[in-house]
């Protein structure tokens, strides 16, 4: 197991790029995230919100596939995630802003479902991590967004994916969350090494 401090240390040997700075690669700008957007918005409404609930929630897209649309209180501006604690699933409260509320209601409102699964095949059927993953991958050429790996990457490895969502949403977080807690606890991560990475990005940065 490498330490954490050693791992964030490797630098690209073709570059010396930091490790840092290629998180910083593998996020999305907020001007590549609208025209992610803008690209899923024209294949359909599926697709459109998985993706603007990846980037605006900052769900896993293993999340992300197991909700249903009891798990949202528009109301009271709440989402309630499916997700693995000590091999339980448990629901985490999780708090949505107002525009993602806006787009469930939307998205309820047009598709005239608001009970089971949120994402769906033409059965009914509860779609898989893959599925939105291609949806991204999709959604990202059609916006002309490069995500192939870094050149210091193995031959297999993906570069940015829909999980990219995830490090950009907590990378905007992190610059307006100034307690570092209240950070880790909204980003859900299970350890403050997770959440001291971003944390390290956003002061190179200053």
């Given amino acids: 197991i490498v330490p954490m401090k050693v791992k964030y240390q490797v630098q690209d040997k073709q570059t010396g790029e930091s490790a840092l700075a290629i998180r910083r690669r593998k996020n999305i700008s907020e001007a590549e995230v609208q025209a992610l957007l803008n690209a899923a918005w024209s294949m359909g409404l599926q697709e459109h919100l998985a993706l603007f609930l990846a980037a605006n929630t900052g769900l896993r897209v293993g999340e992300l596939v197991l909700l249903d649309h009891e798990d949202f209180d528009t109301s009271g501006g709440l989402a309630y995630v499916h997700t693995l604690k000590q091999r339980e699933n448990v629901l985490d409260e999780h708090v949505i802003g107002a525009g993602v509320v806006l787009a469930?209601?939307?998205?309820?409102?047009?598709?005239?479902?608001?009970?089971?699964?949120?994402?769906?095949?033409?059965?009914?059927?509860?779609?898989?991590?893959?599925?939105?993953?291609?949806?991204?991958?999709?959604?990202?050429?059609?916006?002309?967004?490069?995500?192939?790996?870094?050149?210091?990457?193995?031959?297999?490895?993906?570069?940015?994916?829909?999980?990219?969502?995830?490090?950009?949403?907590?990378?905007?977080?992190?610059?307006?969350?100034?307690?570092?807690?209240?950070?880790?606890?909204?980003?859900?991560?299970?350890?403050?090494?997770?959440t001291q990475v971003y944390l390290d990005e956003l002061n190179t940065r200053k």
Avoid: C, N, Y
């Fill in 104 to 194: 469930i209601r939307f998205f309820q409102k047009k598709t005239g479902r608001d009970t089971g699964p949120m994402f769906v095949d033409s059965k009914g059927k509860r779609l898989s991590k893959k599925v939105l993953q291609a949806w991204f991958d999709e959604a990202a050429e059609k916006a002309g967004i490069d995500t192939r790996p870094p050149s210091w990457a193995p031959k297999d490895a993906r570069g940015r994916g829909i999980h990219s969502l995830r490090h950009s949403w907590i990378s905007r977080l992190a610059k307006v969350e100034a307690d570092p807690g209240t950070l880790m606890s909204q980003a859900r991560h299970s350890s403050f090494a997770t």
